[in-house]
């Protein structure tokens, strides 16, 4: 199957500092790619879709000035985590999507641990 | 706004078990219907996927059935291993967008030697 990276794959960062997680889809182009946050044994939810090109959109309740999210590439979606507080510490997970011909299909990067002191 | 609920949300057994995780999911509009795994502190592993029009989808000893008009699908697994111990998380996708993916809280399972 396809593959899909995340870096980092762990940071630590004091309060206040903004950090940037990204995503890349290493052997197909994806113009879509999902943002997902997973606090501690629970689900995943989505915070954005992320289109090449164009703004991301936002589900309800995250903070768009907060989680600035860049998709400039077709293989390349940056989240940027502004002036990080503790309660964003969580899993960050990335999902690529393959639409090429004759396919649909996600594919989730290993996951970013944030934890802000 | 679709719910997607998983049950158990634990489940510990002997090695050697059959064993079975339930996903239920409250709009039966769905694309389609995903497990995946997911082992700690890393990312997602698709396991199945079952389009609407399917009832199920096999994989070695993993079979996923789907029941959309009830809104239930559930994840069987023969002879369970050690290695199968891990989070079973169940997504759905809607019709109307594709690929967003809804997911439930999963289901931790512990298979022991």
């Known amino acids: 199957g396809a593959v899909v990276s995340q870096h980092p794959s762990r940071v630590i960062c004091k309060s206040g500092t903004s950090v940037k997680i990204e995503c890349r889809s290493l052997?197909?182009?994806?113009?879509?790619m999902f943002w997902y946050r997973q606090f501690p044994k629970k689900s995943l939810m989505l915070m954005a879709t992320s289109n090449e090109g164009s703004k991301a959109t936002y589900e309800q309740g995250v903070e768009k000035d907060k989680f600035l999210i860049n998709h400039a590439s077709l293989t390349l979606s940056t989240l940027t985590v502004t002036s990080a507080h503790p309660e964003d510490s969580s899993f960050y997970i990335c999902?690529?999507?393959?639409?090429?011909?004759?396919?649909?299909?996600?594919?989730f990067g290993p996951g970013t641990r944030l934890t802000v002191l | 706004k679709q719910e997607v609920t998983q049950i158990p949300a634990a489940l510990s057994v002997p090695e050697g078990e059959n064993l079975v995780l339930n996903c239920s999911f409250t709009d039966s509009a769905i694309y389609n219907l995903q497990w995946f795994r997911q082992d700690p502190g890393k990312g997602l592993t698709s396991l199945l996927l079952?389009?609407?029009?399917?009832r199920e989808q096999t994989s070695g000893r993993l079979n996923a059935s789907l029941d959309k008009s009830s809104g239930r699908s559930t994840l069987y697994i023969a002879a369970s291993q050690p290695g199968d111990s891990a989070t079973y998380l169940c997504?759905?996708?809607?019709?109307?967008?594709?690929?967003?993916?809804?997911f439930g809280e999963g289901t931790q399972l512990t298979v022991n030697p």
């Open positions: 079952i389009q609407s029009s399917q």
């Open positions: 997504a759905v996708s809607q019709e109307t967008s594709g690929s967003r993916l809804t």
């Open positions: 052997d197909f182009q994806a113009t879509t």
């Open positions: 999902s690529a999507r393959d639409a090429g011909f004759g396919t649909d299909t996600q594919y």
